[in-house]
Nanobody
Framework: QVQLAESGGGLVQAGGSLRLSCAAS????????MAWFRQAPGKEREFVAA????????SYADSVKERFTISRDNAKITVSLQMNSLKPEDTAVYYC????????????????WGQGTQVTVSS
């Protein structure tokens, strides 16, 4: 069974940094778009960032541009999200996702999901 496993969440003060990682269990993901989404309590799951199969094309939500950076390592089949200048409104469960289509901000275009990792930013 294909699996995605996130790590790196935690508690950080506003202005701090965290790095999330997602490891894929299948080499199939080398050809997939990888993305991060997040979901805060009482809110819908929202797009954060995506990176295409080569790693050379990326997309970001406006709310995280200039603060977050997504990258991937196809040799290790991992995708990372470096989060800087964190704000309390970044608090959410962060999910790693994989899909066969191009850069997309819609959860419907991603077939595989991790279990999520909690990120809490205190003010």
């Amino acid at each position: 069974q294909v699996q995605l496993a996130e790590s790196g969440g935690g508690l950080v003060q506003a202005g701090g940094s965290l790095r999330l990682s997602c490891a894929a269990s299948e080499r199939t993901f080398k050809g997939y778009t990888m993305a991060w989404f997040r979901q805060a309590p009482g809110k819908e799951r929202e797009f954060v960032a995506a990176v295409n199969w080569s790693g050379f094309s990326t997309s970001y939500a406006d709310s995280v541009k200039e603060r977050f950076t997504i990258s991937r390592d196809n040799a290790k089949i991992t995708v990372s999200l470096q989060m800087n200048s964190l704000k309390p409104e970044d608090t959410a469960v962060y999910y790693c996702a994989a899909g066969p289509r191009g850069l997309s901000s819609s959860p419907a275009n991603y077939n595989y999901w991790g279990q999520g990792t909690q990120v809490t930013v205190s003010s």
